[in-house]
């Protein structure tokens, strides 16, 4: 279900970060993090005065409520389009150079991201867009209004069209980004609200989590830590459970990539947020960058979180990147042996247990 409210109070927060020509454009949506500020900004200045919402909204400027890295855009499919060659790389015709793949991994970039070469400054009416990089899922551009000498925040033009703002809503896979400003509207999914009212992060649509790639599955976890930090909420035990069992799988496939298991740099695709982006073929190498930047969440957040229990780093394969020596007290380490045992059985994979490791490296 989606509700429908008004943007007014705080659409003009847009006004020198998007471009008029997107922003009044009926065909474009804007979602993710930043309409998540914006939505929370909105229901802080809802109950105010005019008096006090003109000062409370001066003060939320400089506030985190109103930080977020990007802003990311979307396009209805089969509408007015003006510029929509902003979403489309091929029209963009640059030169574009690959970055080396070490690079991309350590500035968490989790995808094919090339550096241009040659910049093509795009000119609209209202500012110049100048492309930074282009992925096969979004190009990011440096949006610079003509009023304003400074820099303002990136913008990434995503490049798959959706059908409706509630499809891309429904196809989002947690409900904490679920919100959406569409022609001067907030378009809200109904697990924004239970992700508020629970104070945990929930899923909107990851139920086949499990069965999606292992790359996949890498990708979402690294975006979903990104919203613990954001809001402090710890996982749903749902989530919280199947983000677990990841990690039981990334141990495991890193420890064996270690031993030599992976003789080559194949290929894994990545379809990642259900179906709001294209899928995306990396490589093997880049999966162990991922789980790299992944492992160190365990200890630093998920250790902290209110579903986690001691024997849970059992499920964890020793290495430099899961070094259970640090996680696991091994006082208890007997009891802990004993207490994993029962949570097999809740279906989270236990690498203290024999595993085909041939067919976990099947998937990627």
């Known amino acids: 279900m989606i509700v429908k409210q008004s943007a007014e109070l705080v659409i ?14 009926d065909s474009a949506i804007i979602a993710g993090g930043s309409a998540l500020s914006l939505f929370m900004a909105n229901r802080i200045l809802a109950g105010l005065s005019p008096g006090e919402r003109s000062i409370m909204k001066r003060h939320l400027q400089l506030t ?3 930080k977020f890295s990007d802003i990311d855009i979307w396009l209805l499919r089969g ?13 963009i015709n640059l030169s574009l150079e690959r970055k080396e793949e070490d690079e991309w991994v350590r500035n968490s970039n989790y995808s094919s991201v090339y550096a241009l ?5 795009i000119k609209l009416k209202s500012g110049t867009m100048t492309p930074l990089k282009s992925s096969p899922w979004a190009i990011t551009y440096q949006y610079c209004p003509d009023n304003l000498s400074k820099k303002v925040l990136p913008i990434q033009c995503i490049v798959k069209q959706q059908d409706s703002v509630e499809s891309l809503l429904d196809g989002f896979d947690l409900g904490i980004c679920s919100v959406a400003i569409h022609c001067g509207e907030f378009y809200i999914h109904h697990s924004l609200p239970e992700t508020l009212e629970q104070e945990e992060i929930i899923w909107n649509s990851g139920k086949d989590f499990g069965k999606k790639s292992f790359g996949t599955r890498l990708f979402q976890a690294l975006r979903f830590f990104k919203y613990v930090d954001k809001t402090g909420f710890d996982f749903s035990k749902d989530l919280y459970r199947d983000v677990l069992t990841l990690m039981a799988d990334a141990s495991l496939i890193y420890a064996e990539a270690k031993k030599g298991g992976f003789k080559d740099n194949g290929q894994v695709t990545i379809s990642p947020a259900g179906s709001n982006y294209d899928q995306h073929v990396t490589t093997k190498k880049s999966i162990i960058g991922m789980i ?9 957040k998920m250790m902290k979180m209110k579903h986690h229990q001691d024997h849970d780093a059992l499920f964890l394969t020793d290495s430099e990147v899961f070094p259970l020596a640090k996680i ?7 009891r802990l042996k004993e207490a994993a045992k029962a949570n097999t059985e809740n279906g989270i994979t236990n690498p203290c247990r024999e595993i085909d490791i041939g067919e976990l490296l099947a998937d990627i």
Request: proline share 8%; charged share 25%.
């Open 292 to 300: 790299s930047q992944l492992a160190p969440q365990f200890q630093s």
């Open 117 to 121: 070469s040659r910049q093509k400054k």
């Open 79 to 91: 509408s007015n389009q003006p510029h929509a060659e902003l979403f489309d790389s091929a029209n």
């Open 64 to 66: 985190p409520v109103m």
């Open 328 to 334: 696991i007290d091994f006082d208890k380490h007997d």
């Open 12 to 25: 003009d927060f847009l006004d020198g970060m998007v471009p008029d020509e997107l922003l009044k454009n």
